[in-house]
């Protein structure tokens, strides 16, 4: 792989990566060092990091970093309602982006009542996109288990999320 290929492949993945931490609860500069300090790994044992593994290795070292963030803080975050002006240029009510945005805490609020490994593999399956053989590959598993844990995911998810409404 060329070094601008490399370049830009890195960071679509970290990208990705950031999105991913977001979505996980992780505030927006938290996980923008999170991000900072995948890269600098990723460029200090680029040499031993298998071309077709980099993109789960990115998510693997992330979600560590996050973890031990997490453990350092042990807080919670509390979402802040605010109306989005780009979202309100594009013809949205402001009704329509609160309704949006309450959906969206709604899903937030029950996928943190879902256990963590269940949590990720929806987060990863459905937030970032990952095929079922990326996240395989990111767990070591085989993709039928994974599967299986996403089958097991939406239904602990779905379950959780009817008691709630």
């Not at 923008?32 to 077709?52: C, L, R, S, W």
């Not at 989005?84 to 949205?92: A, F, N, V």
Request: with cysteine; net charge positive; charged share 30%.
């Amino acid at each position: 792989m060329d070094e601008m290929t490399l370049e830009k492949k890195l960071f679509q993945y970290l990208q990705i990566v950031l999105n991913y931490l977001i979505k996980m609860g992780a505030t927006r500069e938290d996980a923008e060092d999170i991000i900072q300090n995948t890269a600098y790994k990723f460029i200090k044992y680029m040499d031993v990091i298998q071309p077709n593994t980099i993109k789960s290795w990115l998510f693997r070292v992330a979600i560590n970093e996050y973890y031990d963030l997490c453990r350092k803080q042990k807080r919670r975050k509390e979402h802040i309602l605010s109306i989005d002006m780009e979202q309100l240029s594009k013809g949205i009510t402001a009704e329509e982006e609160v309704l949006q945005r309450e959906t969206g805490k709604e899903i937030t609020e029950t996928l943190q009542k879902v256990s963590s490994k269940h949590r990720e593999f929806l987060i990863l399956k459905y937030s970032t996109g990952l095929t079922i053989q990326e996240i395989a590959e990111m767990y070591g598993m085989q993709p039928d288990s994974v599967k299986t844990t996403l089958y097991r995911a939406r239904k602990q998810f779905i379950s959780k999320f009817r008691r709630q409404i």
